[in-house]
């Protein structure tokens, strides 16, 4: 299967700090990547080298076939790698609806197709890039995908925690990513309904066609989800297999599994 991104010795260093030393991964089309590693490992500056917002000053990253390390955070976006955050980013002022049409307003202006807004919303029938419909079909598309339509009219300041995480995953998708980067889905998530939000979201975005790599601390979301796990440790990557293999990997126990389990308890 074709690789969507290609990481090739990818290093960046914060004074003293190696966050990464000669990083390199190749993330095939149409998977489920897991990124684990404990807190100042590596996961993030790698996510962030990704879409934009660090550079590094080694290597290079190829996505479809085209070098993007030195691309700026939204032109990146705009070629189809989009994330989410661990603490959701949302318009606590607006409703669920609301917020999705701020997302697609954002999105038809940088595509340079406008988008009149008013109270909220947008009148505009043009398509919106990648779905070729209007704004509040896609609205309501990406809505029933994530199970969110109950919530079109509550204000997202009081959805409950797993809802809020869903809305912020949903809003990603209002730019139709091929590759989408998910930063600790399930946290903050209670332990009842993670992995039916994880579900949930997988099906949702992998339905859309997007290839997803997300980073996660809880090793059971991990295992059950993931299809293939890079480990990281002190900036590198110590392991890059199946889940069952990764956590089972002598030095993944030692610097990751161990770790967590003890965060956990």
């Keep these: 299967m074709p690789a969507i991104l290609d990481a090739r010795g990818l290093c960046k260093r914060f004074g003293a700090v190696t966050a990464a030393n000669e990083v390199s991964a190749a993330i095939e089309k149409d998977t489920v990547v897991g990124l684990i590693g404990t807190n100042g490992a590596g996961k993030t500056t790698f996510i962030n080298m990704i879409t934009g917002y660090l550079k590094p000053e080694r290597g290079a990253i190829e996505y479809e076939g085209r070098d993007i390390t030195a691309l700026p955070p939204r032109e990146i976006t705009r070629l189809g790698i989009c994330r989410s955050f661990q603490i959701p980013q949302l318009y606590g002022s607006l409703s ?147 889940p069952e293999v990764a956590l089972a990997d002598p030095e993944v126990r030692r610097h990751v599994v161990g770790r967590a389990r003890a965060a956990h308890a």
Aim: net charge neutral.
């Design 96 to 242: 669920v609806w609301e917020n999705m049409m701020v997302g697609i307003g954002i999105v038809l202006a940088n595509a340079g197709q406008g988008g009149f807004f008013a109270r909220g919303r947008i009148w505009d029938t043009r398509p919106v890039p990648g779905y070729g419909r209007p704004a509040a079909e896609v609205a309501e598309h990406i809505l029933e995908r994530f199970g969110l339509a109950d919530y079109r009219h509550r204000n997202a300041q009081v959805l409950p925690g797993g809802v809020r995480k869903l809305l912020d995953i949903a809003l990603t998708m209002v730019a139709k990513p091929r590759l989408l980067l998910l930063d600790e889905p399930t946290s903050g998530v209670s332990a009842q309904e993670k992995f039916g939000i994880m579900q949930m979201v997988l099906e949702a975005v992998r339905a859309e066609g997007a290839t997803v790599l997300f980073v996660e601390h809880d090793m059971e979301v991990v295992s059950r989800f993931a299809q293939r796990v890079l480990a990281f440790y002190d900036g590198r990557i110590i392991a890059d297999a199946a």
